[in-house]
Each structure stands twice: as structure tokens, then as C-alpha cells.
């Protein structure tokens, strides 16, 4: 046998009969071309790849939105940025601290009578007598403890009648004895705080017993400036804060204080206040009461302008 058919023989012989169709043809023309076999595109992976990092981001968001609330220990806070700042630096954060149960003026053009002073009890009405003064407590707020300032002694007589004592020592007829008293926030003179029951309760300086101002006390040491509404029943109601702030203006530099008698009358003055405090005066004709009574006409006549 020749050397060709020999090696045609070999061949046969280690091929075992195998024939070289056209898709054996086509995987070796590829390779000779350099090119490896085709591998199909991993989709389903990189499906699962965005969809983990858009869920990771997710969580990543609302753990910064929620995780600020849980360390302050839950207290409310209001999200607030200036026009024109930008970033992380212009937020704000302040409390909703508000005092709960704080009076809502009423919305009729019109408004009916609403007083803040509490009912007396008989002849009496609850009251803090401090440092030679007579403070009334308010139906509002329910909880006034968001306005408490400094602290200025503590009850050292409870007693029904009031009127009867007359030492010099802080008492009551609503706040239990050894019960700390303290100023009320951006209220001066005008105001005293003291807990009544499981609340802290407001006491708005007034007359009782013939005592109203003390020394030379003014009507502002009695009703402070800052107004922010006013509110006359049965004539309407000032929201303005400027237009409020004007008018006490000019209350404080027209009325003329003519005795130290109080009374209650059908209509009140409503003095609203920044803070959530309202302080009232009993209004009958031109004049106005609460520590002592006052003669306010223009007051009166310009408020009922601006109320209209």
C-alpha cells in the first residue's frame, strides 16, 4: 500500500466513521476566525442586580426620614426651609409646643360671648393670692405647662375663704398647699401657672377684695403688650397682629383707670397672645375690667371699627 492510502486508512480508522456535517463545518470555521463559541447574555442577573440596589436605596430613604423622629424620643417636629437656602443646613426643626386645650376664637363675623374665667364656687372663684396679688384661673388652656417660666415660691396656705386671710403668704382655694407656683411665659405680672389636679392650670391677675393694682402698676403690668387677636363678643374679631398691636397701643395710652372694683358682664374682651394664652376683660358700656376697672372709649370705639 502507498504512503497516501495509508494515511487515508489511519484516519478512517481514528475518526471511527465520523462525518463532518455543517454545523461541525461552521464551529471550525468560527475558531479558525478567532472567535470562541457564542455565550448568552446574563439577563436575568442583571434584572435582580437593579432591583436590589433600587430596594436598598428604598430602605436607605426611609430610614433617614423616620430614624431622626425615634431618637427625639418622639416628639413632633415641623420640617421647615427658608426661601432661597438649599442643603441639609437650611432645615429647621422646631416643636409643636402649643398648650393643649388652648381657646380657638370663634369664626362668626359675629362671635357669641366666650369668657376664660373659671366659675367661683359661692362667693369665691379659684385663685392664687402671690406677693400681694390675686390671680383668677382660666378654663384655657387645659394643660398649660408649655408656659411655665420661673419659679416664685409655692402655696403655703389652702384655705376656702380667701378673702379672711390676711397674711401676707401665698395661698388658694384650687392649688393644694407645698404646690410650687411660677410665672407664665412672656405673660410678666400678668399671669401665673400652677398644677391643679394633673394639669397645669393659668391664673389671670384680677381684682377680689377691694385689691387690684398694687404700688404704681399701670394697666400694661396687668394686660402686656404682644397681642396677637382681639376678640369682642357681639361685634367681631381683629387677627391682625399689627392691627391688634395698634390697637393696644392706643387702650394703653387713653385708658384711665377709675377704681379697684372687678365685675362680670354679658359681653368679654378676648385678648389672644403668640404663645396660646388668652386673657379677658369684662366689657359694660366704655369701660373694661379684670385688675380694676377701666375707661376705654376710643379703645372700645376703635376696636369695633376694626372688628366690622
Same mark, same amino acid.
Given at each position: 500500500?502507498?504512503? =497516501?492510502?495509508?494515511?487515508?486508512?489511519?484516519?478512517?480508522?481514528?475518526?471511527?466513521? %465520523? #462525518?463532518?456535517?455543517?454545523?461541525? %463545518?461552521?464551529?471550525?470555521?468560527?475558531?479558525?476566525?478567532?472567535?470562541?463559541?457564542?455565550? =448568552?447574555?446574563?439577563?436575568?442577573?442583571?434584572?435582580?442586580?437593579?432591583?436590589?440596589?433600587?430596594?436598598?436605596?428604598?430602605?436607605?430613604?426611609?430610614? /433617614?426620614?423616620?430614624?431622626?423622629?425615634?431618637?427625639?424620643?418622639?416628639?413632633?417636629?415641623?420640617?421647615?426651609?427658608?426661601?432661597?437656602? /438649599?442643603?441639609?443646613?437650611?432645615?429647621?426643626?422646631?416643636?409643636?409646643? #402649643?398648650?393643649?386645650?388652648?381657646?380657638?376664637?370663634?369664626?362668626?363675623?359675629?362671635? =357669641?360671648?366666650?369668657?376664660?374665667?373659671?366659675?367661683?364656687?359661692?362667693?369665691?372663684?379659684?385663685?392664687?393670692?402671690?406677693?400681694?396679688?390675686?390671680?383668677?384661673?382660666?378654663?384655657?388652656?387645659?394643660?398649660?405647662?408649655?408656659? %411655665?417660666?420661673?419659679?416664685?415660691?409655692?402655696?403655703?396656705?389652702?384655705?376656702?375663704?380667701?378673702?379672711?386671710?390676711?397674711?401676707?403668704?401665698?395661698?388658694?382655694?384650687?392649688?393644694?398647699?407645698?404646690?410650687?407656683? &411660677?410665672?407664665?411665659?412672656?405673660?410678666?405680672?400678668?399671669?401665673?401657672?400652677?398644677?391643679?389636679?394633673?394639669?397645669?392650670?393659668?391664673?389671670?391677675?384680677?381684682?377680689?377684695?377691694?385689691?387690684?393694682?398694687?404700688?404704681?402698676?399701670?394697666?400694661?403690668?396687668?394686660?402686656?403688650?404682644?397681642?396677637?387677636? %382681639?376678640?369682642?363678643?357681639? #361685634?367681631?374679631?381683629?387677627?391682625?397682629?399689627?392691627?391688634?398691636?395698634?390697637?393696644?397701643?392706643?387702650? &394703653?395710652?387713653?385708658?384711665? &383707670?377709675?377704681?379697684?372694683?372687678?365685675?362680670?358682664?354679658?359681653?368679654?374682651?378676648?385678648?389672644? &397672645?403668640?404663645?396660646?394664652?388668652?386673657?379677658?376683660?369684662?366689657?359694660?358700656?366704655?369701660?373694661?375690667?379684670?385688675?380694676?376697672?377701666?375707661?376705654?372709649?376710643?379703645?372700645?370705639?376703635?376696636?369695633?371699627?376694626?372688628?366690622?
Amino acid at each position: 500500500m502507498t504512503q =497516501p492510502e495509508r494515511l487515508k486508512q489511519a484516519a478512517e480508522d481514528t475518526l471511527g466513521g %465520523l #462525518v463532518a456535517g455543517p454545523a461541525l %463545518l461552521n464551529r471550525a470555521r468560527m475558531k479558525a476566525a478567532g472567535k470562541g463559541t457564542p455565550q =448568552p447574555r446574563p439577563r436575568l442577573a442583571a434584572v435582580r442586580a437593579v432591583a436590589l440596589a433600587m430596594a436598598l436605596v428604598l430602605v436607605a430613604g426611609v430610614t /433617614a426620614l423616620t430614624l431622626p423622629g425615634l431618637i427625639g424620643g418622639g416628639v413632633p417636629l415641623v420640617r421647615t426651609m427658608p426661601a432661597g437656602d /438649599a442643603g441639609p443646613a437650611a432645615f429647621r426643626s422646631t416643636a409643636r409646643d #402649643v398648650p393643649r386645650g388652648s381657646l380657638i376664637l370663634s369664626t362668626d363675623p359675629i362671635p =357669641p360671648y366666650q369668657g376664660v374665667w373659671a366659675a367661683g364656687d359661692g362667693a369665691n372663684f379659684p385663685l392664687i393670692r402671690h406677693d400681694g396679688r390675686y390671680y383668677r384661673m382660666l378654663t384655657h388652656p387645659q394643660d398649660a405647662s408649655a408656659l %411655665l417660666g420661673e419659679r416664685v415660691g409655692e402655696v403655703a396656705v389652702f384655705t376656702r375663704e380667701p378673702a379672711l386671710d390676711a397674711g401676707g403668704a401665698t395661698l388658694s382655694n384650687a392649688v393644694p398647699q407645698g404646690t410650687a407656683v &411660677y410665672r407664665a411665659q412672656g405673660l410678666g405680672r400678668a399671669a401665673l401657672a400652677a398644677q391643679v389636679g394633673a394639669e397645669v392650670r393659668l391664673f389671670q391677675r384680677v381684682s377680689f377684695a377691694g385689691t387690684a393694682l398694687a404700688g404704681n402698676e399701670t394697666l400694661e403690668d396687668t394686660l402686656p403688650r404682644g397681642a396677637s387677636a %382681639l376678640q369682642l363678643s357681639g #361685634v367681631g374679631t381683629v387677627n391682625d397682629p399689627g392691627e391688634a398691636a395698634r390697637l393696644m397701643d392706643l387702650l &394703653y395710652a387713653t385708658a384711665v &383707670y377709675t377704681g379697684s372694683a372687678g365685675r362680670e358682664t354679658g359681653q368679654a374682651l378676648l385678648v389672644q &397672645y403668640p404663645s396660646g394664652a388668652v386673657l379677658q376683660l369684662a366689657v359694660s358700656g366704655d369701660s373694661l375690667s379684670a385688675a380694676g376697672t377701666w375707661s376705654g372709649p376710643e379703645f372700645l370705639e376703635a376696636l369695633r371699627a376694626a372688628a366690622q
